[in-house]
């Protein structure tokens, strides 16, 4: 996707995005991995040239991305509102459903949802942009790769929030504090535990 050819999308062409998403959807009752829709979008004449991109070209696949969740979201949206169906939306499958009202509900508030609804976010990310989120996104990864490690290392396990885990940390260090007897070696992993589950999100 170029930089000319976003602005000159327009709503007519995500409106274009989205019924076409729609008609894949209902085909695919299955359900379909965000890959697999992009590359059935990809083949829609219309939509081929908006969606072709440049491999290694970050940038553009972020914005295909984007559009693709944006319209995702706003399906979700209508199809609660008009009560006619209920949508399931991760990277891995994204698949319709038969309407739940209690289901559905949960989704009203959503800040995922909020970010791929607002078009600013699509317009105003340059590659710079989509570089720091990719780095973030490594970073968070490594994190939660490490985490059941650091967490057992403090004697605590998913579900747990932060203020335990810092009530937890300050109990041990002083337990095992070297004043009082303790293991140097024992302190550094618990300031390394901490660190990594506590270190900004």
Same mark, same amino acid.
Do not use: I, K, Y
């Given at each position: 996707m170029s930089d000319e050819s976003l602005p000159t999308a327009g &709503? /007519? &062409?995500i409106d274009v995005i989205q019924q076409t998403v729609a008609e894949i959807l209902h085909i695919h009752k299955e359900g379909i991995s965000e890959y697999a829709l992009i590359?059935? %979008?990809?083949?829609?004449?219309q939509l081929a040239k908006l969606l072709s991109r440049k491999k290694g070209d970050n940038l553009a696949l972020f914005r295909i991305h984007f559009l693709v969740c944006h319209v995702l979201y706003r399906l979700m949206d209508e199809w609660h509102q008009s009560q006619s169906a209920h949508l399931e939306i991760s990277a891995l499958l994204i698949r319709k459903h038969p309407y739940e009202a209690s289901v559905a509900a949960l989704a009203a508030v959503d800040k995922v949802r909020d970010y791929y609804l607002d078009l600013n976010h699509l317009i105003e990310t +340059? /590659?710079?942009?989509? +570089?720091e989120l990719l780095a973030a996104f490594w970073i968070g990864m490594n994190r939660y790769e490490h985490r059941d490690t650091a967490l057992d290392v403090l004697g605590l396990s998913d579900p747990v929030d932060d203020e335990t885990i810092r009530k937890t940390y300050?109990? %041990?260090v002083m337990q095992h504090h070297p004043d009082r007897g303790g293991d140097k070696e024992l302190i550094q992993q618990l300031? +390394? /535990?901490a660190h990594l589950l506590l270190k900004t999100k």
């Open positions: &709503m /007519a &062409m590359s059935q %979008l990809e083949t829609c004449p +340059d /590659a710079q942009g989509v +570089d300050r109990s %041990l300031n +390394d /535990a």
